[in-house]
C-alpha cells in the first residue's frame, strides 16, 4: 500500500511497539489515530507527532475490552477523517501462567484484550473499509502465539487464537479487497513485562534474552503495511524461530524443558 495521506488507527498506541510504529509511520505524511486507555501519554505523543510535518494525530482514550468504548473511537476518527485506511490491532497484555496456578478472572481478562479487543476494532472499521473496497489490518501476534512458551500458556493460547482469526478473515475479506498481515514480535524493549496481568516478571525468556528496540520493531510493521506480506517479523532471529519450531517441535520441547526446568529451580 502507498502509505503516503493514509488514515491509520493504531491500538495501544501510548507506549512500546504501539508507540514506535505511530512514530515509524510519522516518516511519511499520515493521519494517525492513536487508541489506548492512558489519556495523558496519548496526548503527549499526539503532540510530538502533531509538530511533524504533513502529520496529524488524533489522541483516542478507549478500552479495546469494550466494544461502546472502541465504537465510539472508531467513530471519532471517521468524523474528523472518514473512512480507516490501516488498522493496526496492537492492543495487548501478558501474564505468567503456569498450570494449575491459572487466575481465571485475569486469564479473561486477557482474552478480552488481546483476542476480543482485535475482534471490536476489526468490526467497527470493517463496514467502511468493505464500502470502499480497500483496506489494510495488521495484527500483532507474537513469536510466542506460533510455538508456546512454559509459564505463559494463557498468553500464547490467546495470540495462537488471534492467529486463526487473521487466517480465516484473510481469505474471506480477500474478494473486498480488504488485506491481512500477521506481524509477530520477538521479545521486544517496551513495559510489556512490567504490565503483566499478573505482576511480576515473566518466565519465558523476557529479560534474559536480548530485546530488539520497539523502534525497530516499529519501522518493520510499517515496512510489513507497505509490502503487504502474508507474515511478518521483526528479525531473522524471529523467523528463524518460527521456522524451526515448525519443521523440529520435538527438539524445540527438550531446549525449553532444559531452560524452563533450570529457570524454575533457581526462582
Ligand atoms: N514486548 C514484547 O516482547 C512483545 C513480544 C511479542 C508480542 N508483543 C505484543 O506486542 C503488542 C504491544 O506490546 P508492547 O510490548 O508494546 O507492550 P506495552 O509496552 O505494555 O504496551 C501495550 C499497549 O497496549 C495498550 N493496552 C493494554 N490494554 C489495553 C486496553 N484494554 N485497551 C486499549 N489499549 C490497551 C497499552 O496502553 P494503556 O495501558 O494506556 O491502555 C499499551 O499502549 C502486544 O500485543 C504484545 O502482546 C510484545
Given at each position: 500500500?502507498e502509505?503516503?495521506?493514509?488514515?491509520?488507527?493504531?491500538?495501544?498506541?501510548?507506549?512500546?511497539?504501539?508507540?514506535?510504529?505511530?512514530?515509524?509511520?510519522?516518516e511519511?505524511?499520515?493521519?494517525l489515530?492513536?487508541?489506548?486507555?492512558?489519556?495523558?501519554?496519548?496526548?503527549?505523543?499526539?503532540?510530538e507527532l502533531?509538530?511533524?510535518?504533513?502529520?496529524?494525530?488524533?489522541?483516542?482514550?478507549?478500552d479495546?475490552?469494550?466494544?461502546?468504548?472502541?465504537?465510539?473511537?472508531?467513530?471519532?476518527?471517521?468524523?474528523?477523517?472518514?473512512?480507516?485506511?490501516?488498522?493496526v490491532?496492537?492492543?495487548?497484555?501478558?501474564?505468567?501462567?503456569?498450570?494449575g496456578?491459572?487466575?481465571?478472572?485475569?486469564?479473561?481478562?486477557?482474552?478480552?484484550?488481546?483476542?476480543?479487543?482485535?475482534?471490536?476494532?476489526?468490526?467497527?472499521?470493517?463496514?467502511?473499509?468493505r464500502?470502499?473496497?480497500?483496506?489494510?489490518?495488521?495484527?500483532?501476534?507474537?513469536?510466542?502465539?506460533?510455538?508456546?512458551?512454559?509459564?505463559?500458556?494463557?498468553?500464547?493460547?490467546?495470540?495462537?487464537?488471534?492467529?486463526?482469526?487473521?487466517?480465516?478473515?484473510?481469505?474471506?475479506?480477500?474478494?473486498?479487497?480488504i488485506?491481512?498481515?500477521?506481524?509477530?514480535?520477538g521479545?521486544?524493549?517496551?513495559?510489556?513485562?512490567?504490565?503483566?496481568?499478573?505482576?511480576g516478571?515473566?518466565?519465558?525468556?523476557?529479560?534474559r534474552?536480548?530485546?530488539?528496540?520497539?523502534?525497530?520493531?516499529?519501522?518493520?510493521?510499517?515496512?510489513?503495511?507497505?509490502?503487504?506480506?502474508?507474515?511478518?517479523?521483526?528479525?531473522?532471529?524471529?523467523r528463524?524461530?518460527?521456522?524451526?519450531?515448525?519443521?523440529?517441535?520435538?527438539?524445540?520441547?527438550?531446549?525449553?524443558?532444559?531452560?524452563?526446568?533450570?529457570?524454575?529451580?533457581?526462582?
Amino acid at each position: 500500500m502507498e502509505l503516503n495521506d493514509r488514515v491509520v488507527l493504531i491500538t495501544g498506541a501510548s507506549m512500546g511497539i504501539g508507540a514506535a510504529t505511530a512514530l515509524a509511520f510519522a516518516e511519511h505524511p499520515v493521519r494517525l489515530a492513536l487508541l489506548a486507555r492512558s489519556e495523558q501519554r496519548l496526548q503527549t505523543l499526539a503532540a510530538e507527532l502533531n509538530a511533524r510535518p504533513g502529520v496529524t494525530a488524533l489522541p483516542l482514550a478507549a478500552d479495546v475490552s469494550d466494544r461502546e468504548s472502541v465504537a465510539r473511537a472508531v467513530g471519532r476518527t471517521q468524523e474528523a477523517w472518514g473512512a480507516i485506511d490501516i488498522l493496526v490491532n496492537n492492543a495487548g497484555v501478558g501474564m505468567s501462567s503456569p498450570i494449575g496456578e491459572i487466575d481465571l478472572i485475569l486469564a479473561r481478562q486477557l482474552f478480552d484484550i488481546n483476542y476480543w479487543g482485535a475482534i471490536h476494532v476489526t468490526e467497527a472499521v470493517l463496514p467502511d473499509m468493505r464500502a470502499r473496497r480497500d483496506g489494510l489490518i495488521i495484527n500483532i501476534s507474537s513469536i510466542i502465539g506460533r510455538r508456546a512458551m512454559p509459564g505463559s500458556g494463557v498468553y500464547c493460547s490467546s495470540k495462537f487464537a488471534l492467529n486463526a482469526l487473521s487466517e480465516s478473515m484473510r481469505v474471506e475479506l480477500r474478494p473486498h479487497n480488504i488485506r491481512v498481515v500477521s506481524f509477530y514480535p520477538g521479545v521486544t524493549e517496551s513495559e510489556f513485562s512490567r504490565n503483566l496481568l499478573t505482576g511480576g516478571s515473566s518466565v519465558h525468556g523476557q529479560g534474559r534474552m536480548r530485546p530488539t528496540p520497539a523502534a525497530k520493531v516499529g519501522q518493520a510493521i510499517v515496512r510489513a503495511a507497505s509490502r503487504e506480506p502474508r507474515d511478518a517479523y521483526a528479525t531473522l532471529f524471529d523467523r528463524f524461530f518460527v521456522f524451526s519450531a515448525a519443521v523440529a517441535p520435538w527438539l524445540m520441547d527438550w531446549m525449553l524443558a532444559k531452560f524452563y526446568g533450570k529457570r524454575t529451580r533457581e526462582n
